[in-house]
């Protein structure tokens, strides 16, 4: 492997240094472009071929279906760890030991009440109001009662703001449900563990006592540990270009937020099941819609379909299948809508148009299931993403922080008039 890249402009050649990742990943360092060669830069929207930054967070081979935190296969993470522990490998690069995760589960929930005038923020909201708009607004008003977590300036300050982040995002995520269900707003119970006191805070009521379901529980850990991170993803991204100019964690996070809740990033899940749910009402007819997904004057889309990085299998998608099929297994559902994505999906897969595309099933396209299985409404699958994608949010913003990384600021190619003079109104 020749470790320069030679780029020839305008007749002159130049030469820029190639780096190889620790997966044998090749990359142009173009650093010195506009420099060297007087303004000129690369194109490339959407970022399709762009590395934005080194990272040892994550490892993802889109063509062999391979996914790793921290070294760590998604498959050996998702039957042998659990949430908590995979939070801490995230962010702190290691398995903790025993003691590293009792200290750090401890650091967490004593962080984990919320001031109660974010309540009054909240109370603000319509019911109707999307939990994502809920979380997006909450997170950044977090800012506002833990000021000190804004400039984080040391490794301790650091570690506070994260310990707050992860101790007071699961109350907002279950404060968004229950707010939505006009339920009164609970803190759980820090006796439990990080994802079991999640849940009881989301299903209590507050004239029973609330029984934990080990299925749920198990599924939902495992979702939460699939949907963790994925590198240079959209919201990611997001949360790195707007920690690069020093804002803080939380105004941070809150963006990546407002990036993951789109359809065609995290807020694809909820499309899914939107999508399956059409298809039933439409009698079934999964072909029709396969078909309108391939004609190029029907802007409809295949939610769950399709990927930037994958063209080969999604491996959560396949772990999160299995355990669709498991969950309603054990809690003895019998949900039609699993039938249509079963047939979809085997129609799609065979289809010579998403074939020669590479798109096949993604995260999405199962985990709406397992969630409409576990009791959280629609509007809550994107939030449940949220949740689960926080420790990856963090990771990564630690790590560009501190890096000490440049402020994002991408050039553009300006195509718009040039220089032309003021003209009167009188003669427009
Ligand atoms: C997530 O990046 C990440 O890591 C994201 C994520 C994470 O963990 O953070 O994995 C989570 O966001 C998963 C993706 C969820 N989104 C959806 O399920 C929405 C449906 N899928 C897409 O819209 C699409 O596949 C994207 C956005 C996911 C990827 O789009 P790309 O890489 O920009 O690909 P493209 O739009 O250029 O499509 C290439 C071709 C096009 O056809 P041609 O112009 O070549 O004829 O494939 C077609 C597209 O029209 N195509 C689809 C399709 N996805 C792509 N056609 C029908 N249905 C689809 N879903």
């Not at 119970?189 to 849940?199: A, H, K, Q, R, T």
């Not at 029973?208 to 599924?219: G, H, I, S, Y």
């Not at 148009?353 to 299985?373: E, H, Q, T, W």
Request: charged share 25%; with cysteine.
């Amino acid at each position: 492997m020749s470790d320069i890249a030679i780029l020839e402009v305008n007749g002159i050649k130049y030469e820029f240094p190639v780096i190889v990742g620790a997966e044998n990943e090749v990359s142009i360092d173009i650093k010195t472009l506009r420099s060297v060669t007087g303004g000129v830069t690369t194109l490339d929207p959407g970022f399709k071929n762009t590395s934005s930054c080194e990272s040892a967070i994550t490892f993802l081979d889109g063509e062999k279906g391979i996914l790793r935190y921290r070294g760590y296969s998604i498959e050996e993470l998702a039957d042998k760890s659990d949430f908590l522990e995979v939070i801490y490998l995230l962010i702190f690069g290691e398995l903790p030991t025993k003691e590293e995760k009792s200290k750090f589960h401890k650091d967490i929930q004593s962080k984990s009440l919320v001031d109660e005038d974010v309540k009054k923020i909240l109370d603000g909201f319509p019911k109707t109001a999307h939990p994502m708009g809920v979380l997006s607004a909450l997170t950044s008003a977090l800012t506002a009662f833990n000021p000190k977590s804004v400039d984080v300036k040391s490794e301790q300050d650091m570690y506070n703001a994260i310990c707050k982040i992860l101790g007071k995002f699961p109350v907002l995520v279950a404060w968004a449900y229950r707010k939505e269900e006009g339920l009164p707003l609970a803190y759980g119970d820090n006796s439990l563990g990080y994802v079991e006191n999640f849940i009881k805070m989301m299903f209590e009521l507050p004239n029973e006592k609330f029984v934990m379901n080990p299925v749920v529980l198990d599924a939902l850990d495992k979702l939460l540990i699939l949907h963790a991170d994925h590198e240079q993803n959209c919201s990611t991204s997001t949360v790195r270009v707007v920690g690069s100019s020093h804002a803080g964690l939380f105004a941070s996070i809150s963006a990546g937020i407002s990036a993951l809740w789109g359809p065609l990033h995290g807020g694809a899940n909820q499309a899914v099941i939107e999508m399956l749910e059409d298809i039933k009402a439409d009698g079934g007819d999964y072909q029709k819609y396969i078909e309108k997904a391939k004609d190029k004057n029907d802007p409809f889309r295949l939610m769950g379909f399709g990927h930037r990085v994958y063209k080969n299998f999604d491996p959560r998608a396949n772990i999160i299948k299995v355990a669709a099929e498991e969950v309603l297994n054990d809690l003895g559902i019998d949900d039609p809508v699993l039938d249509i994505a079963r047939g979809l999906a085997q129609v799609a897969l065979s289809d010579e148009y998403f074939k020669s595309r590479n798109l096949y099933p993604n995260v999405d396209f199962y985990s709406g299931i397992i969630y409409r299985a576990l009791g959280i409404p629609v509007p809550m699958f994107t939030a449940m993403f949220a949740l689960g994608r926080l420790p990856g949010w963090i990771a990564q913003w630690k790590e560009m922080r501190s890096r000490n990384e440049p402020i994002s600021r991408p050039r553009q190619i300006y195509i718009g008039e040039t220089l032309r003079p003021f003209v009167e109104e009188s003669k427009r």
